[in-house]
């Protein structure tokens, strides 16, 4: 997929002040200071797109992004760890929730993961409310330009066989850099492959 444009649409304080849901959606969501802004941009091309901070928890509402005027992509708040009171982090588990089982055009999440930690209860977590709440996702694994060679295949490995403890099949997996834009390709095409598959379906979202 060539990305010919990219431009923001909204923020949105809770899910139904969301645009209209006319066209595909992929949604990002990871753990605060997973890298999740830092991949919108390199996928966009834009290194300004999504903001980026170094701090974690910065992304506190639902963006929108239009691209190529036909699918949005949306970045949510990250779940954990945020420098948040309590019951500001049960608002955004809320509103995350709310979006992820009501946003009726919402085709795949893609659920970051930092490929420099062995695996983590938080995640594990999401991922398995993920599977119970009938919601397709996929598994990026984020900043493994941060490791050694092999480091990275190892965490891949041990996520997927903490995964198949519970799970029968694992989801799509990719492994990313958004420095290098390792990766990055692959989603591009899965989210091109997919739209066209609806398109060919003639698959609405808003009736």
Same mark, same amino acid.
């Given at each position: 997929m060539v990305i010919k444009t990219a431009e923001f649409v909204k923020s949105s304080q809770k899910w139904q002040d969301? !645009?209209?849901? %006319?066209?595909?959606?992929?949604?990002?969501?990871? &753990?605060?200071?997973?890298?999740? *802004?830092?991949?919108?941009n390199a996928m966009m091309n834009h290194k300004d797109l999504a903001k980026t *901070?170094?701090?974690?928890?910065?992304?506190?509402?639902?963006?929108?992004?239009?691209?190529?005027? $036909?699918?949005?992509? %949306?970045?949510?708040p990250g779940y954990g760890y945020a420098k948040v009171s309590k019951s500001l982090r049960k608002d955004f588990e809320k509103l995350i929730t709310n979006y992820i089982l009501n946003r009726q055009n919402l085709v795949?999440?893609?659920? +970051?993961?930092?490929? &420099?930690?062995? !695996?983590q209860k938080i995640d594990l977590e999401f991922m398995q409310w993920c599977g119970e709440s009938n919601v397709p996702f996929s598994i990026v694994f984020t900043k493994v330009d941060k490791l050694k060679p092999?480091?990275?295949? &190892? @965490?891949?490995?041990?996520?997927? =066989?903490?995964? +198949? @403890?519970?799970?029968?099949?694992?989801?799509?997996?990719?492994? %990313? *850099?958004?420095?290098k834009k390792?990766?990055?390709? $692959?989603?591009?095409?899965?989210?091109?492959?997919?739209?066209?598959?609806l398109i060919k379906? =003639?698959? &609405?979202?808003?009736d």
């Open positions: 969301c !645009p209209e849901p %006319t066209m595909a959606e992929y949604a990002f969501i990871g &753990r605060s200071n997973v890298g999740k *802004s830092s991949l919108i *901070s170094q701090t974690p928890g910065k992304t506190q509402l639902i963006n929108h992004f239009l691209v190529n005027e $036909n699918w949005f992509l %949306t970045d949510l795949n999440l893609f659920v +970051l993961i930092d490929s &420099r930690l062995t !695996p092999g480091a990275a295949d &190892r @965490n891949v490995e041990a996520y997927k =066989k903490e995964l +198949l @403890n519970t799970w029968e099949d694992l989801p799509e997996i990719y492994v %990313t *850099s958004a420095e390792t990766g990055t390709d $692959n989603i591009l095409k899965f989210i091109s492959e997919t739209n066209q598959f379906n =003639k698959v &609405r979202f808003d």
